[in-house]
């Protein structure tokens, strides 16, 4: 199964899974000097995952899907500008 999910706000862009007794954080975060190429709605998470195999992706995103031939959510930055981004997974514990 492969699903995108959305709605996230840029400054709390997370996803938290359980699997089996073990839980994680995912998130992500970017930055630039020009805060107007950030847009909330560009702040997605791609998930492929295969029960069949055994394994789930959690993947961020920024941008849109296939956003390099529809050109929607790209981050275009002006000559002189920066912009940064980053992914965290984190380990939250184990639940019974």
Request: glycine fraction near 12%.
């Amino acid at each position: 199964a492969d699903g995108v999910l959305g709605g996230y706000c840029q400054d709390q862009c997370f996803v938290d899974l359980q699997l089996g007794t073990h839980r994680f954080r995912i998130g992500q975060r970017a930055w630039s000097s020009r805060p107007s190429l950030l847009k909330d709605e560009d702040f997605l998470f791609v998930f492929y995952a295969s029960k069949e195999k055994g394994f789930i992706c959690p993947e961020p995103w920024l941008g849109r899907p296939n956003s390099f031939n529809i050109g929607e959510g790209l981050i275009l930055l002006p000559p002189g500008e920066k912009f940064s981004w980053e992914m965290e997974v984190a380990f939250l514990g184990t639940h019974r």
